[in-house]
């Protein structure tokens, strides 16, 4: 799928209404509607503006709604923006429903969105997703980032109410597609004045999406309820969700497989064939728009050895990745040698140069790459490896740490809770880190732009000029795979990360929670659009 292509995409979808909880015949309603799901670590913010994982999206989604959102199938449908227009895919303009409202009551006006992106892009605000604003090619983003315009010259305007125009610096033709990621929420003004940093607080904050936060027990347990204010609320089935915090997964699954959870995921590494076997109705396996990596730190804290590319090449040759997909996690996963997820909308998987040498032969090459530098048995160095607190995790570091020892590397495992995990990773106190990105929507670009220099994930702190350049150029093609291509076979040729694996998402869910889903590969679940049916 080209770029031209996703605007018809998008286009397509301009006059469809809200999707809504869609009962299939025959069920019955149960008459408990509640959803409970096992999550892995706790949300570090449910601040829009702040938030940079997985979990604090999987909530901000049920409490915040965009411009546009996603159906079942990952298509962008519309949420707060009824229709949007363009002449040249460079000036948007989006109309909002009238009958949108705060959870508080306020009406939800265009301002709400200018205000928004504009904290979001503003430097005081510290935002790590500031990035994702000057990606979408905003006018005046990049300036605002770089601390050089004032956050008032965002080309945002409220051209009234329920009228929202964008200017860009260039086309763009999935730009609403950027819309659903929580970044680009909208935000109560009044709110944040009125409390600071404590707004996102049970009792404090003011959303507009299907659900209402009711409470969080850090470490255990955050509940939502229904929001009587969403415009569609009539339609929406499930009356209170909760997210549970269980950092080990075989807990989660024992736990799930007492009745406490409906859904869990993240199985436990080399579980999946068995759980499918024995409830082939509840295990599920399904492509997932992430890649699992490694990434190295290049910064002067980062040890000596890794900033040379022998050293990187040969760490990266000597990981097996058909081990590890296919002994370890055994979930349908596909070994990675490019960043880019094979199941990204449009992409041309490229050719990489070591992808086809034999493992063994592999493995010697790379034991020569660590004589060249220097290093090897009799030499050894010392690499911190960290990761997030998950069996899945440790499993799969361990393994590789042992795949790296015939080559001299000696690693120590560190692993620490999400929060300072993420804080750690960020100040780049690793030498090497557990890392995985997933799209913030579906084209090459949300994971090709990660490696370039200004990029706020970017925390092993990678920069290559060339790669930078391809980037800019790729966002004024029509066809922009050529220039991934070259970005990918540049990355292997610094090695400037590990790609280790592309996901699946693995997952069990009860039967009787209808409408997941299952063909969306960013994994954005809408908890509005599901429901519970009466067991039979």
């Not at 019955?28 to 994982?53: G, N």
């Not at 159906?71 to 449908?77: E, L, R």
Request: proline share 5%.
């Amino acid at each position: 799928m080209t770029r031209l292509t996703l605007l018809t995409t998008v286009a397509t979808f301009l006059t469809t209404t809200a999707f809504a909880a869609d009962i299939q015949p025959g069920d019955t309603l149960a008459d408990d509607q509640t959803f409970k799901v096992s999550v892995l670590d706790q949300f570090k913010t449910i601040d829009p503006q702040l938030i940079e994982e997985t979990i604090g999206n999987h909530i901000a989604r049920q409490l915040f709604e965009g411009l546009t959102r996603q159906d079942a199938d990952g298509n962008v449908i519309p949420a707060i923006a009824t229709d949007w227009t363009t002449d040249d895919n460079q000036t948007w303009t989006f109309t909002l429903r009238d009958d949108a409202r705060w959870s508080n009551g306020d009406p939800l006006t265009a301002q709400d969105f200018v205000y928004a992106w504009q904290r979001a892009a503003d430097p005081a605000t510290a935002s790590p997703y500031a990035w994702y604003v000057e990606l979408t090619s905003i006018e005046n983003a990049a300036e605002i980032v770089a601390g050089e315009a004032d956050p008032d010259t965002l080309g945002v305007e409220a051209v009234n109410e329920h009228t929202l125009q964008v200017t860009l610096t260039q086309p763009l033709p999935f730009f609403p597609a950027m819309t659903t990621y929580s970044t680009l929420f909208p935000a109560h003004q009044a709110t944040i004045e009125a409390h600071g940093k404590d707004w996102t607080r049970p009792g404090n904050l003011v959303g507009n999406g299907a659900y209402m936060l009711k409470d969080v027990s850090v470490n255990e347990v955050a509940t939502l309820v229904k929001n009587p204010n969403y415009y569609n609320a009539d339609d929406v089935v499930i009356e209170e969700v909760q997210f549970f915090v269980v950092n080990d997964r075989n807990q989660s699954l024992t736990r799930y497989q007492a009745g406490e959870f409906d859904m869990m995921d993240d199985l436990p590494a080399g579980t999946y064939p068995q759980l499918k076997a024995d409830y082939p109705d509840e295990a599920h396996s399904t492509p997932r728009l992430c890649s699992y990596y490694y990434a190295f730190n290049f910064t002067d804290s980062g040890h000596e050895a890794l900033q040379d590319v022998k050293v990187r090449k040969a760490m990266s040759y000597a990981v097996n990745r058909e081990v590890i997909v296919n002994q370890v996690l055994k979930g349908g996963q596909s070994p990675a040698y490019n960043f880019t997820h094979e199941a990204t909308a449009g992409f041309e998987m490229p050719d990489i140069y070591y992808a086809d040498i034999p493992y063994g032969e592999r493995m010697q090459q790379a034991k020569a790459l660590m004589e060249e530098a220097g290093y090897g048995p009799d030499n050894p160095i010392e690499l911190d490896l960290i990761y997030n607190t998950s069996d899945n995790h440790k499993a799969i570091a361990t393994v590789i740490s042992q795949m790296w020892k015939p080559l001299g590397v000696n690693a120590v495992l560190s692993n620490y809770e999400w929060q300072s995990y993420i804080d750690i990773r960020g100040e780049q106190n690793f030498d090497v880190a557990r890392s995985a990105w997933c799209g913030d929507y579906n084209e090459a670009s949300t994971f090709l732009d990660l490696v370039t220099t200004t990029h706020g994930s970017n925390d092993g702190k990678y920069s290559n000029p060339e790669v930078d350049k391809l980037m800019r150029e790729s966002r004024q093609m029509a066809d922009p795979n050529e220039a991934y291509t070259k970005v990918e076979q540049i990355l292997a040729d610094d090695m400037g990360i590990i790609p280790i694996y592309h996901y699946t998402q693995n997952f069990m869910l009860d039967p009787q929670i209808r409408n997941w889903p299952m063909n969306n590969v960013e994994n954005n679940w809408y908890v509005q659009d599901i429901y519970r049916a009466a067991a039979e």
